[in-house]
């Protein structure tokens, strides 16, 4: 079981994408799911998480443009970014600790999705 990240592409300064974290496999769920991001020549840095106690933590730089959300049902995590900026060009990689239908836990990182924004 591994997770996917995909929703990324091209857009314009000021414009949205929705990103996309599923799980490859059948699973019972997630914890803690968290959207990171890596952009050239810098550390990987949290973009935004939900908590196992249901709050959200973002990132000063994404506050207010960004919203982490996720559909039990679909087992996906998503982002939804908008007024995006061309600073928030990165690869973004989702993360979570995944929960087995047999109930083991591991750590999951999802394989990075390009988001690029132009000027």
């Known amino acids: 079981v591994q997770l996917q990240a995909s929703g990324g592409g091209l857009v314009q300064a000021g414009g949205s994408l929705r990103l996309s974290c599923a799980a490859s496999?059948?699973?019972?769920?997630?914890?803690?799911p968290g959207w990171y991001r890596q952009a050239p020549g810098k550390q990987r840095e949290l973009v935004a998480q939900l908590t196992s106690g249901g709050s959200t933590n973002y990132a000063d730089s994404v506050k207010g443009r960004f919203t982490i959300s996720r559909d039990y049902a679909k087992n996906t995590v998503y982002l939804q970014m908008n007024s995006l900026k061309p600073e928030d060009t990165a690869v973004y990689y989702c993360?979570?600790?995944?929960?087995?239908?047999?109930?083991?836990?591991?750590?999951?990182w999802g394989q990075g999705t390009q988001v690029t924004v132009s000027s």
């Open positions: 496999g059948s699973i019972f769920g997630f914890i803690g």
């Open positions: 993360n979570a600790r995944v929960v087995t239908t047999t109930g083991a836990f591991f750590d999951s």
